[in-house]
């Protein structure tokens, strides 16, 4: 087990397969020792998590729903990895699309769910830069879809 997987045990997460595409792209692109990861949904064990932020979604709830897809972003990195999560150099660049309606404006603290833990899973290797943006819709209903930029060794 690699030493983030094991601090992931600690804070109670099992990273899950990485999510095959739903359509025509692939999970991830490697360019020398940058790797991009497709965008990853909101969703857990039990399936999609759905709503729109502003309607019938809270704050709090986006924010768990981002981590959802932080650890799947983790997920693509050790798939890309080729299985050794140890490779993380750092998260370089998120980017959080949040399901919300026009009068919304609390979207950089529910992508904050997957930076904030990012960060307690990684240390400093998790710190980023990032954008948070407004959607009007998002795939299959999703509250929260996130794509990330790592630097891998």
Request: contains cysteine; aromatic residues 4%; hydrophobic residues 45%.
């Amino acid at each position: 087990m690699s030493a983030i997987e094991a601090k992931l045990a600690e804070l109670g997460v099992t990273l899950p397969d990485g999510a095959a595409p739903a359509a025509n792209y692939v999970p991830f692109v490697q360019v020398g020792d940058i790797v991009y990861i497709s965008g990853q949904i909101s969703m857990n064990a039990d399936g999609l998590i759905t709503g729109k932020l502003g309607d019938d979604m809270d704050t709090p709830d986006g924010a768990a729903a981002a981590k959802t897809c932080a650890i799947g972003l983790l997920a693509q990195v050790k798939a890309a990895c080729g299985g050794d999560l140890d490779r993380l150099v750092r998260v370089v660049k998120l980017t959080g699309f949040v399901n919300s309606t026009g009068d919304y404006t609390e979207q950089p603290k529910v992508v904050n769910g997957a930076s904030d833990f990012l960060v307690e899973a990684l240390g400093e290797k998790g710190r980023h830069s990032r954008s948070a943006v407004s959607a009007a819709a998002l795939p299959l209903g999703v509250a929260v879809e996130i794509e990330g930029i790592f630097q891998i060794k």
